[in-house]
Structure formats: structure tokens, C-alpha cells
């Protein structure tokens, strides 16, 4: 698809066509648009229009209403690949006015024909096909037409708008990496006007009814509707100091191209800025062994057992729930699955402990294990998720960022720990769901996986568990009691295995949402059909999988991998939901060799790749990131609430899936993608000689703030991820971080025999050829 490039005179100016085949794709009548930060605007074509060698140079001197004189110069260059153009835009102040800032924008519009309902779009972590996983046709979370990303919200650079009854993509990408950054101050971000000399642009797309399909960049950056600052959504925008002779330049890469599927245009929108923006795989901050030692032993620092004097249920786990600066446990909550993830330190302790032939590792992990087995499962085979041994309880629901809910209900002193916007999103909920019974089927299912692994592993030393077994087939007989016709789960069940569907903000709204429970059990069916070789085990887990393939895949709906949120809704569309349905088709399809688990496993897959940044954000100097050297690439935004303001920590446990997906399904470039991860997700962690101010070596953050979200100035004690700015990490130490992180280096062990990445690529290469399907 060729496109070539020609000037339209105009009213305003020169404005361009780019045309396809005869046909226009894109018009810009008024391809630069400058706003000040008095809040004027103006939308010009270019004055002059000359070819310059293969490409065009275009030119615009501008006056603006407070005086201000401004000069726009973009050269447009033919991709070499012959499907787009790059846009090299320099921006000069020629004339001060008496505005403090300027920015510009790039504004180019869709002349394909097509409704715009038709359209699908992508941002990295932030919009996906059009973000209405509960199907009222309506986006789901900032609730408008204008999707709008800063610079290092954006993991790949990119924006990209795909017509599925053409096949066509139309992308537009930064494609000079963000060179530098400056930190805010309180009245920049109360005000939402930032007028500083930062390299952090922004891309968006706008899909209006009645109006152009319009792709927009802005330099700096811009965002029309956000929660960037708070929860409301209002815009702000960052704008270059108005001085004599300040000038400033940014390179873009417009793009039209074919694939067969929104998923595919993803997928060549990554390869295309992995080549662009020169990704490559950080370099390890310590040798992969050391960094996992560092964090195994931080993990046993906060084993706790009580006898029975204390409790006569004996409890036992890892109290990792703390601060990574006080390295004070926030309560005294044992949780099993998700953010806690009791049974998955525990395998981890128990395959340590054999390896090293430590008999306390294994010994705690027996603890834990007995624990869970002992006192967590009904008859039925519904578990529990967490234990308050303070009060002698089981709780539920409130876990990961939202945890203060466990602490308090009250609602001042929840302000103290969340802020006043999560408490006033969240509150009218979690009182309703203080009186709902039950647990998340994610929950449930990372309680009972692990506790499987265990007995197997115990099992080849010798140590027969027949008790865990006895467990895991209870709770696969829950499962099997509890699956829909369709083959699916809901995301969460009562004790008598009903399904939960209120509060719907929680539990979902839509046949999509409430069926996201889906995509966890497959790996528990997995493992029971492997230990007992039961079919009714393999037949539930293929019917899953033909759930996930046929729900999931085909619209790019991936939602409710997480159980905690910051507001809005807790189901909602996040990377580790594609995580688990990635693992669970390729599992499927280990379990019965049918190609279509194969083909939507990559294609998940692939998905999966667009969480990732790709290149390194900068930090402001001073910040707790830039000080401690950390860097981006490779770590998976978290969900499409912040967008790409957070990333965290769960990819780490998918590894050995990805590789498989890789293998399997003769994909060379996911192997380069596990790298990335596998590098990159180490950063954050202290170490001797980088302990990033906090307590302890081998404690790393739930997540990381790699740009602002709800970031308006609020003085909170402990505010999880809201009230953050770019640069700081999270200030939560859960027990999920580690064990993900040990237990993704078990997988690669499994399958390889080694963590050492040479020996795993040439490994996974020579499968590939050598694989017969």
C-alpha cells in the first residue's frame, strides 16, 4: 500500500493529501495546529511547499494572537518501506509574545469511507479495540471520543486506527525516543499548565460522530480528557517556554498498511517501532542468580508461624504485604492468591529448599501449604482467600492496592491511606461488598495451582502428600460443578458455588466481563488431568479454552486478570488477563493439539506484546527512578485505567508460556520478547550498592509510576499508587513480586535447564526447526 504525498491549496494555507492507489487515505488541511498556554489556538496549512531532495519541505511562519511569532518546518521523507512518510517537525520561536508557553500539533484526518463505529483502535496499556468490554457501546472508562496519550504513557510510541472491512491500518508513531523529562511542581499539576522545557510529546486519536477520524500528535504534550490528575478527567497540557530563538524538534512515522485482523495491525505496529526505536534488552543489573537469591531471602524474612496457644488454626505464611522503606508489614493478613500469593512463596520455598538442600525452606513451605489444606476449603471445594490473624478471621475482596479496605471503614481514615478520590470512587462499593460472601476464582485457582506443583515436586523427592492431592481434585470438583454449558466461570463465587453478579462494577455487566473468570482454571485442570489422568479434567479445560478463544480473541476484549482497581470498575481490560489467556490456550493445546488453540494462543500472544514499553522513559532528575537508574523497556503496563502511567509486575510469571507460545507456534520474535522482559522487569530491585532507599536487598515495588496519575497534590500516609508523580514507585512491597519472579525463573529451569538466556534462545530456536506439528 504506497503512499504518495501531494499539496492541496486551501483556505488556510497548503494543506497535503496522501493518496493510495489513486484514492485519498489521509487529508490535513491544517496540518499544524499551535495553542498557547493562554489558552488561544489557531490551525494553519503551510505557507510554502517544496520538494527537498526525495522528500518535501514545508513551512509555516506564524503570528499568534498574544504576539508571539512561531515558526513550523516539517520535512516529509517516503519510508523506505514505501508504506508511509516520516515527519521531521522543528518548531522555533521567531518572537516572543506574552504567552509564557507554546506547543504545536500534527493533525491529519481519514478520508477512507467508513462510519465511525466501524473503526478499531490501540494505544499501548490504554485502548483496545474500543475499550467496551461490557458491550454498552460506549468506552468504558474515560468515557469519550478523544483518546490522548503523554509521551511516556505510551509504551510503543504509537496510535493506530484499523478498518476491518478493508483490512487497512492507519498508524501514526513518535520515532525519536523521548530524550529528557523535568518534575512538576504543585501548582502545575493543580492547575493542569505546564509550561517547561521537556522532550515528552504526546499521540492521540479522535473518533467524533459526524466528524473525521483524526490522528494527533502534540509537542509537548497534550491530553484532552485524562486521569492523569484526578478522577474527574480533566485536560492539561505542557508547552514550550516562549524565549527568542528557542527551537525544538520531533520525528513521526505516518503509516498505511494491511493485516488480516486488529490483532495482527497491533502486532505490526510493535515490529515496526521495535525497528524504529532501536529496542533492545536492558542489561542485567546483577547476574540473574544473584538477583534471585536477593529476593528469596527477602521473602523468608517475613515467614510467621503462630502455634496453637496462639491460634488453633496454626497459621503460617510470608507477611510481604509491607513498606519497602519501614519494612513494616501493613497488617497482618495471609493471602492466598493474587497480591498474597501464599501457596506460590510456598512451591517456591519447597523446590528452593530441595535444590540447595535446606530443609527450613522446605519445612515453611510444608507450613503454609498444611495451612491453606487445613483450614481454607468447605466440603465443596470453595477455599477462602485471606486470613486475618489478628482478628481470627477470614476477610474478603479487598486486596492489592485496595487492602486499606481490610484496615479500616472508616471513611476519614481510608482518605489517609487511599486519598479522598479512591476513597469517594470505592466507597459506595466496597460497602456493598462487605456483606456479599465469596472469593475471585483467580484467587481460588493460583490457591490450588501451586499447591498441585508442590505435591509433584514433593513427590519426586520422595515425600508423599496425599492430603494436597486430596485438595486439588475438591476443588477440581468445584470446578467442574461450577462451569457454564458455555465452558466458562464468572469472575467471582459464594461459598455454596453461585455465581456472584453484584455489584456489577466488581463482578462485571456483560456476558464478556462475567465470564472472565475463564481464563484461570485451565492450568489447575491442567495439572489435575496430568496427576490423576481423569478425562472429565481435560474435557472442562478444553471446553475453557474454546470459551477464551471464541470470547477473547477475535475483538481484542481481554479483561479481569486483576482483582483490585483504583476506580471506575474492577473488571476491566489489563495485561495479565491476557497473561492467563495466553497460558490457558497454550496449555489447552498441549492438552489436546487442536489448531485453534494454537493460532489464538499467538494471537494472545501478540496482544500481550503490545503491554510492553519499548524504550526507556526518562526520569526527572532527583526522582526516586532516575536516581536508582531504572529503566522501562521491557515492563508491561498494568491496565488501561492509568493507562500507561503504571507499570507492575506480573510478566514475570508468564515466561515459560510465552516461550512455549514461541515454540509452538514457530514465532521467533516472542523469544526476543521474553528477553525484554526477562532483563528489563529486574530493574527496581534492590541490590548492594543500589538499595533505592529501602530497607532491605531484594525488595522491589508492586509498581512504578512512569508517568502521572492522580497526581493532583494530596498529602496521604500511604497512598499505594494514587497521588503519585512520575518517578516514584508505589511504596507497597506484596507477596506476588517475588514469587512471580522465582517462579517464572523456575519455569525457564523446567523447560531449559538453565536461566542463562544464550543457551534458552539457541534452545528455542532449534526446537522451532526441529518441531514437527
Not at 496519550?149 to 472491512?165: I, K, M
Not at 477462602?384 to 471513611?411: A, C, K, N
Not at 527512578?625 to 521491557?634: D, E, K, P, V, Y
Not at 506484596?734 to 535447564?753: E, F, H, P, T
Request: hydrophobic residues 40%.
Amino acid at each position: 500500500m504506497a503512499l504518495h504525498l501531494s499539496s492541496a491549496p486551501n483556505g488556510n494555507g497548503n494543506g497535503l493529501v496522501l493518496r493510495s492507489d489513486g484514492a485519498d487515505v489521509l487529508v490535513a488541511p491544517t496540518p499544524v495546529r499551535l495553542a498557547t498556554s493562554d489558552g488561544g489556538a489557531v490551525a494553519l496549512g503551510y505557507d510554502t511547499v517544496e520538494a527537498d531532495g526525495e522528500g518535501t519541505r514545508c513551512r509555516v511562519d506564524a503570528a499568534l494572537g498574544d504576539g508571539t511569532r512561531v515558526r513550523v518546518e516539517d520535512v516529509w521523507t517516503p519510508s523506505e518501506q514505501g508504506d508511509g512518510f516520516l515527519v521531521d517537525r522543528s518548531i522555533t520561536v521567531l518572537e516572543p509574545g506574552s504567552a509564557a508557553g507554546v506547543r504545536a500539533e500534527l493533525l491529519l484526518e481519514s478520508s477512507l469511507a467508513a462510519a465511525q463505529a466501524d473503526w478499531q483502535f490501540y494505544v499501548t496499556g490504554a485502548l483496545y479495540n474500543r475499550n467496551d468490554t461490557d458491550l454498552d457501546g460506549r468506552e468504558d472508562y474515560l468515557g469519550g471520543h478523544v483518546q490522548e496519550y503523554r509521551d511516556d504513557r505510551n509504551g510503543h510510541l504509537a496510535v493506530l486506527a484499523y478498518l476491518p472491512t478493508t483490512r487497512q491500518g492507519l498508524s501514526l508513531a513518535r520515532t525519536s525516543v523521548p530524550r529528557y523529562d523535568v518534575a512538576l511542581d504543585t501548582d502545575e499539576l493543580a492547575s493542569g499548565v505546564v509550561v517547561k522545557d521537556s522532550d515528552i510529546g504526546s499521540l492521540g486519536v479522535v473518533f467524533a460522530e459526524e466528524s473525521p477520524l483524526v490522528l494527533r500528535a502534540g509537542y509537548p504534550f497534550g491530553e484532552e480528557r485524562t486521569f492523569s490528575l484526578e478522577t474527574s478527567g480533566r485536560a492539561w497540557a505542557g508547552y514550550l517556554p516562549i524565549e527568542r530563538g528557542r527551537a525544538a524538534g520531533v520525528q513521526y512515522e505516518v503509516r498505511l498498511f494491511s493485516a488480516e485482523d486488529l490483532t495482527e495491525a497491533i502486532w505490526d505496529v510493535t515490529q515496526r517501532q521495535m525497528l524504529r526505536l532501536g529496542t533492545r534488552p536492558a542489561p542485567l543489573p546483577l547476574p540473574l542468580e544473584e538477583l534471585e537469591q536477593h529476593r528469596f531471602l527477602l521473602t523468608q524474612l517475613y515467614f510467621k508461624s503462630w502455634e496453637s496457644e496462639e491460634d488453633e488454626r496454626r497459621p503460617a505464611g510470608y507477611l510481604t504485604h509491607f513498606s519497602p522503606r519501614s519494612g513494616k508489614t501493613l497488617g497482618s493478613l495471609i493471602e492466598y492468591g493474587f497480591t498474597g500469593a501464599q501457596s506460590l512463596h510456598a512451591l517456591n520455598a519447597i523446590r528452593r529448599g530441595h535444590r540447595d538442600e535446606v530443609p527450613l525452606w522446605i519445612n515453611r513451605g510444608r507450613q503454609v501449604l498444611d495451612f491453606f489444606v487445613r483450614e481454607f476449603q468447605s466440603p465443596n471445594g470453595f477455599s477462602q482467600g485471606i486470613y486475618d490473624p489478628l482478628h481470627q478471621r477470614f476477610v474478603t475482596w479487598f486486596t492489592g492496592i485496595l487492602m486499606p479496605f481490610q484496615y479500616s471503614d472508616d471513611e476519614a481514615t481510608l482518605k489517609t491511606f487511599l486519598g479522598s478520590q479512591i476513597t469517594r470512587a470505592l466507597g459506595p462499593i466496597a460497602a456493598e461488598l462487605r456483606e456479599v460472601p465469596g472469593n475471585y476464582t483467580r484467587t481460588m485457582c493460583e490457591s490450588a495451582y501451586p499447591l498441585l506443583l508442590a505435591y509433584e515436586e514433593e513427590l519426586r523427592h520422595g515425600t508423599e502428600h496425599p492430603d494436597w492431592l486430596a485438595a486439588g481434585e475438591v476443588f477440581g470438583a468445584f470446578l467442574l460443578m461450577t462451569q457454564g454449558a458455555d465452558g466458562s466461570w464468572h469472575r467471582g463465587y459464594s461459598p455454596e458455588g453461585d455465581p456472584l453478579t453484584h455489584p456489577v462494577e466488581w463482578f462485571g455487566s456483560s456476558r464478556v466481563e462475567r465470564g472472565s473468570g475463564t481464563i484461570f482454571p485451565v492450568e489447575v485442570l491442567e495439572a489435575l488431568h496430568r496427576i490423576t489422568g481423569r478425562d472429565d479434567y481435560k474435557a472442562a479445560a478444553l471446553k475453557a479454552a474454546d470459551y477464551i478463544a471464541e470470547t477473547f480473541v477475535p475483538g481484542v476484549l481481554y479483561c479481569g486478570g486483576l482483582n483490585d482497581t483504583t476506580h471506575i470498575k474492577s473488571v476491566k481490560i489489563d495485561s495479565v488477563g491476557v497473561m492467563f489467556a495466553m497460558r490457558s490456550l497454550i496449555r489447552a493445546y498441549r492438552l489436546g493439539g487442536d489448531e485453534r488453540h494454537l493460532a489464538a494462543a499467538v494471537k494472545a500472544a501478540k496482544i500481550l506484546t503490545s503491554w510492553l514499553f519499548l524504550w526507556d522513559v526518562p526520569f526527572p532528575d532527583g526522582s526516586l527512578l532516575a536516581s536508582g537508574g531504572f529503566r522501562t523497556t521491557g515492563w508491561a503496563v498494568c491496565d488501561a485505567i492509568p493507562g500507561g502511567s503504571y507499570v507492575d509486575d506480573e510478566f514475570l510469571e508468564f515466561l515459560g508460556d510465552t516461550l512455549d507460545v514461541a515454540v509452538a507456534g514457530e514465532v521467533p520474535e516472542l523469544v526476543d520478547v521474553v528477553e525484554l522482559v526477562l532483563n528489563g522487569m529486574q530493574y527496581g530491585l534492590s541490590i548492594p550498592g543500589n538499595m533505592l532507599g529501602y530497607v532491605a536487598p531484594g525488595i522491589q515495588c508492586e509498581g512504578y509510576m512512569t508517568a502521572y496519575w492522580l497526581s493532583a497534590p494530596e498529602a496521604t500516609a500511604f497512598s499505594g499508587a494514587a497521588s503519585k508523580v512520575k518517578g516514584d514507585d508505589n511504596d507497597t512491597c506484596n507477596g506476588l513480586v517475588n514469587a512471580q519472579a522465582l517462579y517464572g525463573l523456575d519455569a525457564l529451569r523446567d523447560k531449559y535447564g538453565t536461566v542463562d538466556f544464550g543457551e534458552i534462545r539457541r534452545l528455542a530456536l532449534e526446537r522451532m526447526g526441529t518441531q514437527t506439528r
